[in-house]
């Protein structure tokens, strides 16, 4: 399985299919996805076991020995056992989720609440959820089964990932000294090292992908070894961050010529992937001005409050 694409963010509706052979034909009949309000409980109280229940190895990085690897490794917690849990050491931290980000016609909108421990803090500074990452990464579900890991760095794009992954990466620092290994490879010394739990509402809720099955929880231990500030994912002049128009944290659901998208049968494309905001034939970086001290100005040449790289006419 790529890497990539267990990581990228699904922006459709899943659906459960079956088919029963009837005298007219196959039958396929759609089941939509659990009410969100059905599913924040049984997470909750799934992740709360799991994390009253498991530990990891805090004190090898309170002091850690010369050759230690810095690698988070979550053991179950043995009754009697003078160690921390997880649920002890770990911040949990609540996002809105709103049914229709899953395609669910119900306008619900729900608190999930996702836990993170930070084993090591980075010496540099923190990513927006909009920023391109520099990360080495594990996956797995509540039971231990991995499904996806990558032990070397690699550059992930946060928008393009699922929600309680991206949230929980700008909670660590970034490193800052790099250093060469003698095989080629190099590794950050000071890089930010986390591990967060998140309900399935904060990853792919109802959808399965490999051994993620439907309403999975999903931990993920990760370490955070460098960022572009200000990623401005389709270079066009505005920081990704800034495009991220309504301030949710969700960079997915602010397309402004998503009407005429519609009509013209063209794929869904938001703001922070689209090099022409509004449509209107003129490319975003020629409707705006970068000036001289790196700072964005925004022109709104006929006054009406909307400025020119989101106005249609």
């Given at each position: 399985m790529?890497?990539?694409?267990?990581?990228l963010l699904l922006?459709?509706?899943?659906?459960?299919?079956y088919s029963c052979?009837?005298?007219?034909g196959?039958e396929?009949i759609?089941?939509p996805?659990e009410?969100?309000?059905d599913?924040?409980g049984?997470?909750?109280?799934?992740?709360?076991?799991f994390?009253?229940?498991?530990t990891?190895?805090?004190?090898e990085?309170?002091?850690?020995?010369t050759?230690?690897d810095f690698e988070?490794?979550?053991d179950?917690?043995?009754?009697?056992?003078?160690?921390?849990?997880?649920?002890?050491l770990?911040t949990p931290?609540?996002?809105s989720?709103?049914s229709?980000?899953f395609?669910?016609d119900?306008?619900?909108?729900?608190?999930?609440?996702y836990?993170y421990?930070?084993a090591?803090?980075?010496?540099?500074s923190s990513?927006t959820?909009?920023d391109s990452?520099l990360?080495?990464y594990?996956?797995?579900l509540l039971?231990?089964?991995?499904?996806?890991q990558s032990?070397?760095?690699?550059?992930q794009?946060?928008?393009?990932?699922?929600?309680?992954?991206y949230?929980g990466i700008?909670?660590l620092?970034?490193g800052?000294?790099?250093?060469e290994?003698?095989?080629?490879?190099?590794?950050y010394?000071?890089?930010?090292?986390g591990l967060f739990?998140f309900?399935?509402a904060l990853?792919?809720?109802?959808?399965?992908?490999g051994?993620i099955?439907q309403y999975?929880?999903?931990?993920?231990t990760l370490?955070?070894g460098n960022y572009v500030?200000d990623?401005?994912?389709?270079?066009?002049?505005i920081?990704s961050?800034?495009?991220?128009l309504n301030?949710?944290?969700?960079?997915?659901?602010d397309n402004?010529?998503?009407a005429?998208e519609v009509?013209?049968?063209?794929p869904?494309?938001?703001?922070?992937?689209?090099a022409?905001d509004?449509?209107?034939?003129?490319?975003?970086r020629?409707?705006?001005t970068i000036?001289?001290?790196g700072?964005?100005?925004f022109?709104d040449?006929?006054g009406?409050g909307?400025?020119d790289y989101?106005?249609?006419?």
């Amino acid at each position: 399985m790529h890497k990539s694409k267990i990581l990228l963010l699904l922006t459709v509706v899943f659906i459960a299919v079956y088919s029963c052979k009837k005298d007219t034909g196959t039958e396929v009949i759609t089941i939509p996805p659990e009410p969100l309000s059905d599913v924040v409980g049984v997470n909750a109280e799934q992740i709360e076991v799991f994390l009253k229940t498991h530990t990891y190895n805090y004190e090898e990085f309170k002091s850690p020995a010369t050759d230690f690897d810095f690698e988070i490794k979550i053991d179950t917690l043995i009754e009697g056992n003078s160690k921390k849990s997880l649920f002890e050491l770990a911040t949990p931290r609540t996002l809105s989720v709103s049914s229709d980000y899953f395609g669910i016609d119900s306008d619900e909108v729900v608190d999930f609440t996702y836990y993170y421990i930070i084993a090591r803090e980075g010496a540099g500074s923190s990513p927006t959820v909009a920023d391109s990452t520099l990360v080495k990464y594990k996956g797995q579900l509540l039971d231990g089964r991995v499904f996806d890991q990558s032990s070397n760095y690699l550059w992930q794009y946060l928008p393009l990932t699922i929600r309680g992954y991206y949230d929980g990466i700008s909670q660590l620092k970034s490193g800052t000294n790099v250093i060469e290994n003698s095989d080629g490879t190099s590794k950050y010394s000071d890089s930010g090292i986390g591990l967060f739990v998140f309900p399935s509402a904060l990853g792919y809720y109802s959808g399965s992908q490999g051994i993620i099955g439907q309403y999975d929880n999903l931990v993920f231990t990760l370490e955070l070894g460098n960022y572009v500030p200000d990623t401005d994912y389709d270079n066009d002049g505005i920081p990704s961050i800034l495009e991220d128009l309504n301030g949710d944290g969700i960079l997915t659901n602010d397309n402004t010529d998503e009407a005429e998208e519609v009509r013209a049968y063209t794929p869904y494309t938001a703001n922070h992937i689209d090099a022409d905001d509004d449509n209107d034939g003129i490319p975003t970086r020629f409707e705006i001005t970068i000036n001289e001290d790196g700072t964005i100005s925004f022109p709104d040449t006929d006054g009406d409050g909307i400025p020119d790289y989101l106005d249609k006419d």
